[in-house]
């Protein structure tokens, strides 16, 4: 497991499922289709290179960006109301 800290201050952990990633902020989840290394060093790019987020996540939908950035999941986004 792996623990890292976005922009805003929310809180991920990271575990290694089978050669994908789960990533679990205040009991959510979401399972990516990359390794926990890859992950870890898209987001040290994120984080500490500076690139935006769609850069170093390139790989990721932008609804799994959007967790990583805000800690709401694809279905929380489709349940509300706009």
């Not at 205040?26 to 790019?45: A, T, V």
């Not at 800690?71 to 109301?81: A, F, R, S, V, Y």
Request: aromatic share 14%.
């Amino acid at each position: 497991m792996l623990t890292r800290i976005n922009m805003m201050g929310l809180t991920f952990h990271l575990f290694p499922v089978e050669g994908k990633t789960k990533i679990v902020y205040n009991k959510k989840f979401i399972e990516i289709n990359m390794n926990i290394n890859e992950l870890s060093q898209c987001w040290f790019n994120w984080q500490m290179r500076g690139q935006y987020i769609q850069d170093a996540f390139r790989e990721l939908s932008n609804a799994e960006r959007e967790f990583i950035l805000t800690g709401i999941t694809p279905d929380e986004w489709n349940e509300l109301p706009f």
